[in-house]
């Protein structure tokens, strides 16, 4: 029998939903723990119609509310949404599965149901979700940043879960496994992925990594097809005293886990965190680093208006506002650098500019077409032109199969980089909000 507390409102008789209440009990297999009441005046005159519902009724004035600690006390498996327009709409609905989702139940609908991810692993050892609102906004760049991080009081490790990785988890030990450009072209060579981000965290990061694989994704960040669970279990078996599970795209870790911190991109529309299910994915994280807080990717106007939604849905969050700036993994110094990246081309001249002042190099080309194999050979072929003696390159997407082939080919150096998430406020250490996040979670320390 599934439990359930049902959601109400007075634009309906109350013997109509006393009636609806009680068939929902008798021929669907449905146990009504309490009903909601979320607003409407219509048909409601007097408590008495509250009582008829023959169920305890919760009822305040915020209606958001009276579903928390309704969820909080009943502990329901489903929220049954009797209620109707005009008194809830599509948004306020998006609203409403956010929080019953984020509260661990299901939201159903007389035609919909939304359900939270389904954790479906443990691990043994403290944890936590690396989570994001969408691909390209810097998560496994902010993966790698905080495993580092947390490297220097603990000994973590790394459980990645991208679309392009294996297809059983595959161990990569930090002390035996040295990331170099002819290493990745021999991976790639077997007919792997070697830009999976379980790669480029172990470069990044220095860090024992595992790499896993999805497909599909959901809205509430549920995949169709993983195997994280099985890269979960391969993890109690490596020495460890903390498991990141990172997540890919929108798509979340099937693994319970501690903590969450949320990667938001600024570049993103501001309806992502306000409508449809961002709120959710808000609602379950500890920490939130807004990457990409910089024109033209977003003004300040939106950057603070992205804020000022993340605060208004989770007050209680920690919010970092970053920006990316590139740190090549090698020396490049008085060097004439050809750049590969998968940043939107507006940034080029802001990157090509930062390397150039930060290291001493130059940038005779640049492309942002990492992820667009016919467009990356044909900036690669233009580019090679301009005599580069070295390709930095992020390593993603096609940074091996293409461009490492290609460099190592035409005799090239090979460097990858590293994009470090920075925050705009200069008061702000982003190192330290890291570690102060691991110590609510009472991790252990070297």
Not at 135 to 144: L, M, N, S, Y
Not at 307 to 334: H, M, Q, S, Y
Not at 336 to 353: D, E, G, N, Q
């Amino acid at each position: 029998m599934t439990k359930v507390i049902v959601l109400t409102d007075g634009e309906h008789y109350p013997s109509v939903t006393r009636d609806a209440i009680a068939e929902l009990q008798s021929t669907r297999d449905y146990q009504v723990l309490a009903a909601v009441f979320i607003g409407g005046t219509e048909k409601i005159s007097s408590d008495s119609d509250f009582a008829s519902l023959g169920v305890p009724v919760v009822r305040g004035g915020n209606y958001l509310q009276s579903i928390r600690e309704a969820i909080k006390k009943y502990n329901p498996d489903e929220v049954l949404d009797l209620s109707d327009e005009p008194i809830i709409g599509y948004r306020e609905r998006f609203e409403i599965a956010s929080h019953v989702l984020a509260n661990g139940a299901a939201y159903r609908g007389a035609d919909f149901l939304f359900s939270p991810p389904r954790f479906t692993a443990r691990v043994t050892r403290p944890s936590i979700s690396i989570i994001g609102t969408g691909k390209r906004i810097g998560k496994t760049a902010v993966g790698g940043f905080v495993a580092r991080t947390l490297a220097e009081k603990h000994n973590p490790l790394v459980v990645t879960m991208g679309r392009g990785g294996p297809a059983e988890p595959e161990f990569l030990n930090s002390a035996e496994t040295k990331i170099t450009p002819e290493y990745l072209l021999s991976v790639s060579k077997q007919g792997r992925h070697a830009s999976s981000d379980y790669f480029e965290d172990l470069l990044t990061a220095r860090v024992t990594t595992i790499g896993c694989r999805r497909c599909g994704g959901g809205m509430s960040g549920q995949t169709f097809v993983s195997n994280v669970p099985r890269g979960a279990q391969l993890s109690e078996q490596i020495e460890a005293d903390l498991v990141i599970f990172e997540g890919s795209g929108s798509s979340i870790p099937p693994v319970e886990t501690e903590g969450r911190i949320l990667v938001i991109g600024a570049n993103q529309p501001l309806d992502y965190m306000r409508l449809y299910l961002g709120p959710y994915r808000i609602l379950i994280s500890d920490l939130i680093i807004l990457t990409m807080c910089e024109p033209p990717l977003a003004d300040q106007a939106k950057i603070d208006a992205m804020g000022a939604a993340i605060k208004e849905i989770n007050p209680n969050c920690t919010l970092v506002n970053t920006v990316f700036r590139p740190k090549p993994l090698g020396d490049i110094k008085g060097k004439r650098v050809l750049l590969t990246l998968t940043a939107p081309a507006v940034m080029l001249k802001t990157i090509s500019a930062y390397l150039e002042s930060t290291y001493q190099c130059r940038v005779v080309g640049a492309s942002p077409h990492l992820s667009n194999r016919p467009l990356l050979k044909e900036d690669l072929e233009r580019f090679g032109r301009l005599q580069p003696e070295v390709v930095l390159s992020e390593l993603k997407a096609a940074a091996v199969d293409v461009v490492t082939a290609w460099g190592l080919e035409k005799g090239l150096e090979v460097v990858y980089l590293d994009n470090e998430p920075i925050p705009t406020d200069p008061n702000v250490d982003l190192k330290a909000e890291v570690l102060r996040f691991s110590e609510k979670l009472n991790l252990p320390s070297n």
